[in-house]
C-alpha cells in the first residue's frame, strides 16, 4: 500500500513530498494530509472507484514494475561499466523522478487519450514489446534527469571551490523544489516527436 500510495501521489503531483516520509500520504486531514487526493475522488473521500479508476491504479502499477525494472538494468549495466559515480548512475537513484516524469508527458502530450491510455495498458497491450514507451521514452527520460544532476553538480561544485561551504548533495537535490523545478522546466520544452505512444 505504501509503494502504491508514493506512486499514485508522484504520477499526479510531484517526487518532492515522499522524501518526507509517507505520512502525509496516508493522513486524512485535508488540509495536510494527501489520503484523499491519492484514493478518494478529486480529494473528497469516496467508499468505491468506478472501473476506469481502477483501471489508472493498476495502468500506473504497471507502468512503474517496468520503470522501476529498467532503472535496476540500467543501473546494474553502469556499475558493471565502473560508471558509479557518473551523472548517468545518480540519476537513476532519483526513481521517484523517473515516475513523475511518465506522468508529466503522458498529461502534456496524451491528456485526451489518458483514459485509453490506461485501459490498454490495464489489459497488457500498450506494454508489449513493440509498443512500449516505458522502453522507448526511457533513454530520453534519464537524459534529462542526469543533465539537471550534472548541471547542478558543476553550480555547486564551482561555489565549493570558490568559497569552500557548498557542494553537491544528491539526497538534497532529490527533496529540493528549486530543483525539481528546474528539472520540470527541461520537460516543458520536451516535443512530441522525442516520446512517441506508437
Not at 475522488?41 to 468505491?48: C, N, V
Not at 502499477?61 to 535496476?72: C, H, Q, R, V, Y
Not at 544532476?149 to 538534497?172: G, H, R, T
Amino acid at each position: 500500500m505504501e509503494t502504491l500510495a508514493r506512486v499514485l501521489y508522484v504520477f499526479e503531483s510531484d517526487p518532492i513530498l515522499i522524501f518526507k516520509g509517507t505520512k502525509y500520504l496516508f493522513d486524512t486531514d485535508e488540509t495536510i494530509g494527501k489520503y484523499w487526493y491519492i484514493f478518494g475522488d478529486d480529494g473528497k473521500e469516496a467508499d468505491i472507484f468506478d472501473s476506469s479508476r481502477l483501471k489508472k491504479i493498476a495502468a500506473l502499477f504497471f507502468m512503474w514494475t517496468l520503470i522501476e525494472d529498467k532503472i535496476k538494468s540500467t543501473s546494474k549495466q553502469l556499475k558493471k561499466e565502473g560508471k558509479e559515480t557518473s551523472h548517468e548512475y545518480q540519476a537513476l537513484l532519483a526513481k521517484w523522478h523517473f515516475l513523475w516524469a511518465y506522468g508529466y508527458i503522458l498529461n502534456k502530450f496524451y491528456s485526451n487519450e489518458l483514459s485509453n491510455i490506461y485501459k490498454r495498458i490495464s489489459e497488457g497491450v500498450l506494454l508489449e514489446d513493440d509498443n512500449n514507451f516505458i522502453l522507448k521514452w526511457f533513454r530520453k527520460v534519464h537524459k534529462t534527469i542526469s543533465k539537471c544532476i550534472k548541471q547542478n553538480y558543476q553550480a555547486k561544485e564551482s561555489v565549493d571551490k570558490k568559497n569552500q561551504i557548498q557542494s553537491f548533495n544528491l539526497k538534497n537535490w532529490l527533496r529540493n523544489e528549486k530543483d525539481f523545478e528546474i528539472l520540470k522546466s527541461e520537460f516543458e520544452f520536451a516535443e512530441l516527436e522525442d516520446y512517441p505512444l506508437k
